[in-house]
């Protein structure tokens, strides 16, 4: 069933990155100069959004202290317009040379952004489908503010004179994909790890899988992000990639690592198991309590007689709940265990026996 559940999340996430659109929740109509748009508000923040296809994905905001430290560092490399103030001043994230000889050459739109960023704006993000500006709430009935915002849509819907599809930007295609497959990566990981720790360990010893997957996980996650780097340095728009897709990885694929090997492991293991038998001698309940949650755990006592020569169950199991129901004490537990593909041992199946179905077996 998890299994499932984890495909089914990579495949979400993949296409969620790959092809999500803006829902516009709590949003409400406006008109300005004849253009109709949508407001959509955040607990500080409002974005207008108008639908505008373009062949170009690119973003504008006030240039700050940290575009100006990463540029230094060789992270970002902007385009410059020529006009000092708007270079100074905004900060455009654009690797496209047509939009941005466009831009270069449209003096109404520079002196538009100009003029709008004295009034006050925290971005603006064209990214194939929608002109999206993003500003404080307090200027939502500021008609001269919203004013020049229609007219920084007008302009660049007059740029956008032919509809190419949303990839004719290679660099937004290829940044998209990597979002994409790193998304989906962690989708992996975020499934891995509920289905780790929001249940009954299945491994008879889970520390040292845990150990030895986020060292793989690591491993993987310092590769990714060395050819993130290369990949997306030197951009307008590389430095924040870059700092996006750091945290997706540092994020997702350590416990994607940890997962993966899980489930190899216990997916391809066809080796022969071990049935261990042990009586129970007591069960009971705890439940464990923070501020948000509470959290049942089903443990049976077993009697430590029987010495297996690979494996020595732990006095006190932690059981399933439906388990636990049909275990009575003076019945016998019988644990199949697995030996893993790679060697780390896991709980196969448990079943519970009134009488002791290994009385007479070789031990």
């Known amino acids: 069933m998890f299994i499932l559940i984890k495909l089914g999340l990579i495949i979400f996430a993949f296409l969620y990155r790959l092809i999500n659109k803006p829902i516009l929740y709590f949003s409400k109509k406006m008109t300005v100069e004849g253009i109709e748009f949508s407001v959509v508000h955040s607990k500080h ?24 430290f990463l540029k230094s560092l060789g992270l970002a ?17 654009s690797d496209s040379l047509t939009l941005n000889k466009h831009l270069a050459e449209d003096s109404d739109f520079i002196n538009l952004v100009l003029e709008l960023s004295k009034i006050g704006f925290d971005q603006i993000v064209v990214d ?5 500006l993003k500003f404080s709430k307090d200027k939502i009935y500021d008609t001269n503010f919203l004013s020049k915002a229609v007219k920084i849509f007008q302009s660049l819907e007059a740029i956008e004179k032919k509809w190419y599809g949303r990839f004719s930007d290679a660099f937004a295609a290829k940044y998209i994909l990597a979002e994409a497959v790193l998304w989906s990566i962690a989708g992996y990981g975020i499934s891995c790890f509920l289905e780790m720790f929001n249940g009954v360990s299945v491994y008879y010893d889970l520390w040292s899988l845990l150990k030895q997957g986020l060292i793989y996980g690591g491993v993987a996650a310092l590769l990714s992000i060395i050819i993130i780097f290369y990949q997306f340095r030197g951009s307008s728009r590389g430095h924040r990639i870059i700092i996006e897709c750091i945290l997706i990885i540092l994020l997702g694929i350590p416990a994607s690592g940890v997962g993966l090997l899980s489930d190899l492991n216990t997916k391809l293991d066809h080796k022969q198991t071990m049935k261990i038998e042990l009586l129970i001698e007591d069960k009971r309940i705890t439940v464990s309590r923070n501020r948000r949650t509470t959290t049942t755990h089903y443990k049976l006592e077993l009697a ?11 006095s006190t199991l932690e059981v399933e709940s439906d388990l636990y129901e049909r275990a009575n004490v003076g ?9 893993g593909r790679f060697n780390y041992p896991w709980y196969k199946k448990m079943t519970v026996s009134p009488t002791s179905s290994l009385a007479n077996s070789k031990r």
């Open 45 to 68: 923040h409002s974005s207008l959004l108008i639908p505008l296809k373009s062949r170009f994905i690119f973003k504008l905001n006030p240039e700050k202290i940290w575009d100006k």
């Open 77 to 93: 490399k902007e385009f410059q317009t020529g006009n000092k103030e708007f270079d100074d001043r905004i900060y455009l994230a």
């Open 128 to 132: 194939g489908n929608y002109f999206r």
């Open 304 to 314: 430590q007689k029987n010495n297996y020569r690979f494996y020595q169950l732990p």
């Open 331 to 339: 019945d016998f537990l019988i644990v199949e265990v697995a030996p």
